[in-house]
T-cell receptor, first 114, second 114 residues
Framework: DAGVTQSPTHLIKTRGQQVTLRCSPK?????VSWYQQALGQGPQFIFQ???????QRGNFPDRFSGHQFPNYSSELNVNALLLGDSALYLC?????????????FGEGSRLTVL | AQSVTQPDIHITVSEGASLELRCNYS??????LFWYVQSPGQGLQLLLK??????LVQGIKGFEAEFKRSQSSFNLRKPSVHWSDAAEYFC????????????FGDGTTLTVKP
């Protein structure tokens, strides 16, 4: 049973560029959340997708956008990258209805903005 | 607004000694509380969760946590620490119906001395 998989694992971008990160949820899960974890801090909620729609959003600017596909996989897009966007981006999945409420996390995509 | 405070940034214990990691939360309703562990370069793994019922919850790897509503605390404990427990530990609070949107503390780094 594959867990949550994320790609790429590491990437380097320059300021002003755009980036797309990808996430495949754990088998059987239908809800995907994205978190940003800056160095030395806890993860911060970006947004959550369910039924291909953004359901909740944290305190992040519109430069951060996402998408969920019919197979429940998800993408996180960040436009006009800033130095402060350098972080580990974590994807987490769960089963919305009937599940235990537990989030399953991937290993993350580490983004460095130069 | 919900928030989580982990007062101890870094804790060092000797192998075989007992461990307690502190977590205080702020939440307007009955909280769903979680403890996660993160090893270097890894995603987060759920250790245990509290939704309702018995205030002492057992988790994986011999960890337990106690929910104290009067103190707004959810401290993590382990009676005998193993070297493999060295990692970063995060406490999180979430809503019942939206555990996908969890608020995390900034973590406590555990070092285990031989």
């Amino acid at each position: 049973d594959a867990g949550v998989t994320q790609s790429p694992t590491h990437l380097i971008k320059t300021r002003g560029q755009q980036v797309t990160l990808r996430c495949s949820p754990k088998s059987g899960h239908d809800t995907v959340s994205w978190y940003q974890q800056a160095l030395g801090q806890g993860p911060q909620f970006i947004f959550q997708y369910y039924e291909e729609e953004e359901r909740q959003r944290g305190n992040f600017p519109d430069r951060f956008s996402g998408h969920q596909f019919p197979n429940y996989s998800s993408e996180l897009n960040v436009n006009a990258l800033l130095l402060g966007d350098s972080a580990l981006y974590l994807c987490a999945s769960r089963l919305l209805a009937g599940g235990s409420g537990e989030l399953f996390f991937g290993e993350g995509s580490r983004l460095t903005v130069l | 607004a919900q928030s989580v405070t982990q007062p101890d940034i870094h804790i060092t214990v000797s192998e075989g000694a007992s461990l307690e990691l502190r977590c205080n939360y702020s939440y307007g309703a009955t909280p769903y509380l979680f403890w996660y562990v993160q090893s270097p370069g890894q995603g987060l793994q759920l250790l245990l969760k509290y939704f309702s019922g018995d205030t002492l919850v057992q988790g994986i790897k011999g960890f337990e946590a106690e929910f104290k509503r009067s103190q707004s605390s959810f401290n993590l404990r382990k009676p005998s620490v193993h070297w493999s427990d060295a990692a970063e530990y995060f406490c999180a609070v979430g809503a019942n119906t939206n555990a996908g949107k969890s608020t995390f503390g900034d973590g406590t780094t555990l070092t285990v001395k031989p």
